[in-house]
């Protein structure tokens, strides 16, 4: 993020900012504790029917929940970014495109966030920890070509954070041992009348939390320029750096 902020400069920088935040808030719509859910009723399986398909058709109903969502999210983001922009960003120039980009790619995002908890269902610690630093990894990278060909854009980047978390979770349920998604019907079913009711009590706790954590910037994008809005992420996520050492 720091090196980024340097590439793209105030006005830029607040541009992805906006977008990104629209993407996040867009993102847990896709999970509304589906994840969660999954988690719970996952490793009750795993620890009271050890050896069956139980525990993998709560996660074959997740996952089916998450795509499910994101396609819809998608779908309804990207025909309302219009009615979004001229709503609330008529001020804010070159926000159309990347703001259509994050739900268009909101699909890699889901599927990424998805094997982080599938993992942590099944306790793969070990597993989770390596793909995500990999993913990491990979993001540099790819940051590091994009940066010496001079490519660094708002756009280019959320591509680039797309197409890492894609890759991501394709080499992750590669390297997941004894995958099977596709568990009997019947079991799937019983997934999911363990799963929905559960989301009453998760689903309007993480919404709230992430409005909670991305309203100021949607908001400083509404009332401000955004080269403003660009300055307060960053100074934002240097206080989140001193805020990391001082735990």
């Not at 400069?9 to 541009?15: D, K, M, N, R």
């Not at 490793?43 to 525990?55: D, Q």
């Not at 490519?151 to 890492?164: H, K, N, Y």
């Not at 009997?184 to 009453?200: D, G, Q, S, T």
Request: aromatic share 12%; proline share 3%; charged share 10%.
């Amino acid at each position: 993020q720091l090196l980024l902020q340097r590439a793209l400069g105030p006005a830029e920088y607040g541009i992805l900012s906006i977008a990104v935040s629209a993407g996040v808030f867009a993102g847990v719509l896709t999970d509304v504790g589906v994840s969660h859910a999954m988690i719970r009723f996952g490793s009750k399986w795993l620890i009271e029917a050890p050896g069956t398909s139980r525990a993998m058709a709560c996660c074959s109903a997740a996952l089916r929940l998450r795509i499910g969502l994101a396609l819809v999210v998608s779908l309804v983001g990207y025909l309302a970014s219009s009615w979004i922009l001229s709503t609330f960003y008529s001020h804010t120039d070159g926000l159309g495109p990347p703001l259509r980009l994050v739900f268009l790619t909101l699909i890699a995002h889901t599927l990424f966030s998805y094997w982080v908890f599938f993992a942590q269902t099944f306790q793969w610690f070990g597993l989770r920890s390596l793909v995500i630093v990999g993913a990491s990894v990979l993001r540099f990278s790819a940051y590091c070509a994009l940066a010496t060909l001079g490519q660094v854009s708002v756009s280019s980047m959320i591509v680039l954070d797309a197409s890492v978390s894609f890759v991501a979770f394709l080499i992750a349920m590669r390297l997941s041992p004894g995958v099977n998604l596709r568990p009997p019907v019947a079991e799937v079913k019983a997934a999911y009348r363990e799963l929905l009711p559960y989301l009453r009590f998760t689903g309007i706790l993480i919404v709230s939390d992430t409005i909670f954590n991305e309203l100021d910037v949607l908001m400083l994008g509404m009332l401000s320029d955004e080269a403003t809005t660009g300055l307060y992420r960053t100074a934002w996520t240097y206080a989140m750096v001193l805020g990391f050492l001082g735990m």
